[in-house]
């Protein structure tokens, strides 16, 4: 009797004792999946901070002399072509010194043509003293008084031609003067900014006190990227390299550029954060897009890249080279060690461990993880485009 209480009881106690478990057990922890596929993987360096839109040309241009403004010709954004005529300083005393000049110039030329016309009459006397003194028909003192007087003419005629050199040297100064009252575009561009209204004076900046300029012309035919890059990454950087460039004010969209230049020396602007500029040409610019000097904006320089090769998302792995695996015959997750190749922060390469299709946990931010986890996918497993 005993026995047979002991022989139904056991199996009694096992039934209840997995009731028990199974009530108790803690329920699966929902996650989401992504499937390992192929794809492109590319190794990048990127800005450190964000950089700047910039002109490959831009002059700040001021007048070397003081003045009035006389007259404003262009407006702020306005397109000018080069040599165009963009501010004027009042001309009035600068215009008056270059006549004076021209009619100093004019004066000269004809006492040069009197003078040198008197040297030419001058040496024809002398000519004809000396003929006649062969034949004793003219006395040696008139002789020697002609030959004086011709070498005499002769010198102020060469002095003449002086004073016109000198007067045709003033006369470029005081043109020169006045053309430094003009202000032109030195090449084609838009006009940023303007620094001064009709009727105001305007100084030269004194030495090193810089001012405001005149004019703030932009060539936006050219434009560049200047962004800085960490010094462990600038020995990688090549000219020519291909960079993606993205900007802040056309969110969504990625132009493609190259290197066009990279810094001499390392800048130190930061503690602890040493960095290299380099400057980046834009490849090409849509029609429609319209970029203004000043932007922020980002680069991605392209190191290496790799077509069609399993890859995984970056921000799906353990300390870069283990992942959680889907096994869904035990619905739990399996710790695996796989071997990577290139890598950046959205994309890693794998060169073994895992196959194409594998499903694998597509986060690691929720808690609790850890090999053999028990795990019930929320949806079906897809790749991130």
């Known amino acids: ?36 596929e192929r794809g492109t993987v590319e190794t990048l360096v990127a800005n450190t901070r964000a950089g700047t839109l910039k002109a490959c040309r831009r002059s700040r241009l001021s007048f070397n ?6 007259q404003l010709l262009v407006d702020e954004g306005q397109r000018v072509q080069a040599g165009e005529v963009l501010l004027r300083l009042r001309q009035d005393d600068r215009q008056a010194r270059v006549s004076e000049a021209e009619s100093r110039l004019a004066a000269q030329r004809n006492a040069r043509e009197q003078r040198c016309q008197q040297a030419h009459l001058e040496r024809r006397d002398l000519e004809r003293l000396r003929h ?4 004793k028909l003219a006395a040696a003192d008139r002789l ?53 209204e009709l009727g105001e004076y305007v100084t030269p900046s004194p030495p090193g006190i810089p ?28 000219l020519g390299m291909p960079v993606r460039i993205s900007l802040d004010a056309f969110r969504g969209r990625h132009f493609a550029g190259q290197v066009s230049r990279i810094a001499p020396f390392v800048r130190d602007l930061e503690k602890q954060a040493r960095t290299v500029d380099v400057e980046v040409r834009f490849a090409e610019v849509p029609p429609e897009v319209t970029l203004l000097t000043g932007y922020s904006a980002d680069v991605e320089i392209l190191l290496e890249e790799k077509r069609e090769v399993l890859r995984v998302p970056t921000e799906t792995l353990l300390d870069g080279q283990r992942l959680y695996r889907y096994d869904a015959a035990a619905g739990r997750l399996r710790e695996t060690r796989i071997r990577t190749g290139l890598s950046n922060w ?40």
């Open 132 to 135: 006649l003194a062969e034949r």
């Open 211 to 238: 001012t405001p300029p005149a004019v703030d012309l932009i060539d936006d035919s050219c434009l560049y990227v200047e962004a800085p890059i960490d010094e462990v990454d600038a020995a990688r950087v090549r």
């Open 65 to 70: 002399l003081g003045g009035q403004v006389s």
């Open 1 to 36: 009797m005993g026995m047979r209480k002991l022989l139904f009881g056991v199996p009694l106690l096992l039934v209840l004792g997995l009731l028990l478990w199974w009530w108790s057990r803690p329920e699966p922890l929902p996650v989401r999946l992504v499937a390992v």
């Open 144 to 196: 020697d008084q002609a030959q004086t007087r011709a070498n005499l003419s002769a010198l102020v005629c060469a002095a003449s031609t002086a004073l016109i050199a000198e007067a045709e040297s003033q006369l470029e100064l005081q043109r020169s003067l006045l053309d430094q009252a003009t202000l032109r575009a030195p090449f084609a561009g838009i006009v940023a900014q303007i620094n001064g």
């Open 346 to 385: 959205r994309w890693t390469e794998v060169q073994g461990g895992v196959e194409a299709g594998a499903r694998i946990l597509a986060s690691l931010d929720q808690e609790g993880l850890a090999d053999g986890l028990a795990v019930r996918p929320e949806e079906a497993a897809e790749s991130p485009p």
